[in-house]
């Protein structure tokens, strides 16, 4: 599965403390659960004292890296996050995932799930592997089928799929990413 999300939880009293389990957990692939609960399980059968000194979790290391304050985002409320966003298990609401965080940043994302659940990815759109030009020429395409073939040599594609930018497409890595 490629979109995994692997995290490490750590906890400030043991941080503090510098004893075993300073440095965190063991990485935890949230695709594996649907339960914060039995992460806890895990957590404590790695050793964490949930009860005690390690109540309170922090998130030391994610991957893939995502823009987000790691300090500040409780790995409870991440987890139940993108488990309710059905990012952590279907492949194309986490290609949207990905393109979105990359445009815009984690809190835009954690609002839109909170306000919508797993419709946060209504009227998001990607153009994979598109750049500007072939997005330029799909929607001048798309719109008038009765352009002539010789007309092409004039129309600045490029330029045109640029300008959209100004109408919520945007660039990223494997292509356009359209947010209305």
């Known amino acids: 599965m490629t979109n995994e999300i692997n995290i490490v939880i750590g906890s400030w009293g043991s941080y503090n403390e510098c004893n075993e389990r300073a440095l965190g957990s063991k990485w935890i692939c949230l695709n594996d659960y649907t339960d914060w609960e039995d992460i806890l399980e895990e957590l ?7 009860d005690g000194i390690d109540e309170e979790l922090f998130i030391q ?6 823009d987000i304050d790691l300090e500040k985002v ?3 409320k991440l987890f139940e996050t993108l ?13 949207i995932f ?5 445009i815009e940043d984690y809190d835009t994302f954690e609002r839109r799930v909170d306000a919508y659940g797993s419709d946060w990815d209504d009227d998001i759109y990607l153009w994979k ?11 001048i395409h798309e719109c008038n ?10 129309i600045d594609y490029k330029r ?4 959209l930018s100004y109408d919520g497409f945007h660039e990223y890595t494997n292509g356009i990413i359209e947010i209305r």
Request: charged share 40%; aromatic share 20%; with cysteine.
């Open 98 to 102: 990905e393109a979105f965080c990359e």
């Open 160 to 163: 045109y799929g640029e300008e």
């Open 145 to 154: 089928d009765k352009i002539p073939d010789w007309l092409d040599n004039y």
């Open 61 to 66: 290391e994610i991957e893939p890296a995502i």
């Open 129 to 139: 592997d598109y750049d500007w030009y072939d997005l330029g020429y799909e929607l």
């Open 74 to 76: 409780n790995p409870e």
């Open 83 to 95: 488990y309710e966003s059905s990012v952590l298990d279907d492949e194309y609401k986490y290609e």
């Open 44 to 50: 404590k059968k790695q050793g964490f004292e949930l």
